[in-house]
């Protein structure tokens, strides 16, 4: 049989046993719930996979050039194998192209070794290890073959033997392909990956940015996921698109606080708990973590898989999310197996289960009366709206009114409004909980009775928008009640606040030498709605300089207090606001400026020696002219502008 006949029958194997393998762990994935996905998907994979996927894969360069060549010349090798060998054509200018990308994945797969000397701590070793000689072994195999394949020379003694050589090392390279979604092994990512695009149980993140939960049906019996089979089938997909990086790992706070966390152990964990096997976890463990008991598709994963802690110590902030290079939704997962653990088992570590009794009683998280929401505001003359009656701007304090620390936040917050010449009023003892921390501690019943009741509530009022200082009440109201009902037009303060100094609706002091301060970005303001920008134009605003942090915007480290994370207090090595104000520290900055009551209520926990704490408002209202008079010239514009 000729040589080129040899690599026809060759590559039509390795389609063969690939196909098997595809089929195999596709039975794997079937086992997870019915969800809406399109074979449409399949033709936006492509753009998801060079704009949507590239656009994080880009963050890292040095990754990017040795993935784009990797995985690029690979590819291209491979549909050229495919039309020069498996269709038979046997064209000379197919074969100099077919050298040119097993060259060019041949460079990759030497970066991407490279890069492993010395392997950074994140990496997964075993078989994650031997990848780049794999795909090495078939890029070598490749270009060999080009060089034999279109001419004479592989009838020669010397010429066969190269074309055994040629032949072995695409045997060993293209085993990993063939095989790796079959037997799990590393290669599985490539597959499953490119299905995951096409599938993604967040199609919408594709259109801009998604990261509200979705309700379940608590009348259809759905209480979040106890098993892999309670994932939907196209979310246990993504888990096998993991391709062990750990660049997770790198920005979760739990795990760099010592937590039993670590979100790429996460994804592994759900990985073994659908069953199908492959080779054993080598990366870093969850901190101070034993080894999980067996997992098994056929119990439940909590208590198998994983231990409830590593889900409890997840603050939800998404910056697993933001870095991962395969777009997979962590903390979707950590939700559904929480809504099983709260709503079906009733098991809730620390404060957690007292917060939600509290919600449950007084709709409030500390169990406060809703009359005291706004008494801070007793001599502020803060109007109280009535049914019938119509305002410009509804402000929702939040439960951070509660704060006696956060109040002279609120009371800057409303002198910055009223020297607007704002129409602002209140709900008073109306304002319920908006429900976030009952959602994110699992409680998708409690999140969902709050939700309805504060849309029925704000149905009997008439207002322009909404403005609220909290980040997880703007979230709450302006992308997770719409899917109950509730539509809005929501701004943050932050917003607001610029906008008013753009305006020149209020007036501020001249420009000084203000000292510098750092700036820390609330997750659920930055991540969770991209609002990076308006806090830092606000101190622009009034003349003072950031000194930003080295995780700072999308990169920012959490404050701790995310996703109930201060509630149920998994202990760890460190607290993650001591690291936070460690960050503030070595940005050289004596003060920080915060845009959430839960930052700065965190951050202002931090014992010892640490930069003062100061919110957004307070510093426009400490630099204000001409408050409590006519309003500053330029409202005009401000009216016209937002309302």
Known sequence: MSFPHL????????????????????????????????????????????????????????????????????????????????????????????????????????????????????????????????????????????????????????????????????????????????????????????????FHPRAERFAGKSADLKPLNLAAGELGAARAADFAWNRLLSFDACVQCGKCEAVCPAFAAGQPLNPKRLIQDLVAAMGGGGPAYAGSPHPGRPAA???????????????????????????????????????????????????????????????????????????????????WAADLDLPLLREGEAVDWLLLAGEGAFDMRYQRALRALLTVLKAAGLRVAALGEAERDCGDLARRLGDEAGFQRLAQANIATLARYRFARIVTPDPHVFHCLANEYPALGGRYEVWHHSRLLAQ???????????????????????????????????????????????????????????????????????PGARRVPDMRMDDVRAAGADRVAVACPNCTAMLEGVGGARAEVVELAELVAERLLDAGHEPAQGQGAVEREVV
């Open 500 to 570: 008013l100094l753009e305006t020149r609706a209020i007036r501020v002091r001249p420009r000084a030498s203000a000292a510098p301060l750092s700036y820390h970005d609330p997750c659920y303001l930055g991540r969770y709605n991209d609002a990076y920008d308006a806090p830092r134009r606000v101190l622009a605003g009034i003349g003072i300089q950031v000194l930003e942090m080295e995780r700072s915007g999308r990169d920012a480290r959490c404050c701790g207090w995310g996703g109930g994370a201060a509630f149920t207090d998994i």
């Open 7 to 198: 690599l026809s029958g060759l590559f039509w194997l390795g389609a063969l046993l690939l196909a098997a393998g595809l089929l195999r762990r596709a039975r794997l994935w079937r086992r997870g719930r019915a969800a809406p996905a399109s074979w449409l998907g399949l033709l936006a994979a492509p753009r998801r996979y060079f704009v949507d996927l590239h656009r994080v894969v880009a963050r890292d360069p040095a990754a990017a050039r040795a993935h784009v060549a990797a995985a690029g010349g690979g590819t291209a090798a491979l549909l050229l194998i495919a039309l020069n060998y498996g269709l038979l054509l046997h064209q000379r200018w197919l074969d100099l192209l077919l050298a040119t990308a097993a060259a060019l994945m041949l460079a990759g797969a030497a970066l991407m070794r490279a890069r492993r000397r010395p392997s950074p701590a994140r990496l997964s070793q075993g078989a994650w290890q031997q990848l780049p000689a794999l795909l090495a072994c078939f890029a070598s195999g490749a270009l060999l073959a080009a060089a034999l394949a279109g001419g004479e020379l592989w009838l020669s003694a010397a010429g066969q033997g190269l074309a055994a050589v040629a032949l072995l090392l695409l045997t060993l390279g293209g085993a990993e392909l063939a095989l790796g979604i079959g037997l799990g092994r590393p290669m599985k990512h490539a597959v499953a990956g490119l299905l995951h695009l096409a």
């Open 293 to 375: 008991a067996a997992a098994s598709a056929d119990r439940d994963i909590v208590g198998g898989a994983l231990a409830a802690d590593t889900l409890w110590s997840c603050t939800t902030c998404r910056a697993c999310v933001e870095s991962c290079p395969m777009l997979i939704e962590h903390v979707d997962a950590v939700i559904d197996l929480r809504r099983h653990l709260t709503l079906a088992r009733g098991e809730l570590p620390g404060k957690g289960a007292a917060a939600l009794a509290n919600l449950r009683h007084t709709d409030t998280v500390g169990g406060h009366p809703l009359r005291a929401r706004y008494h």
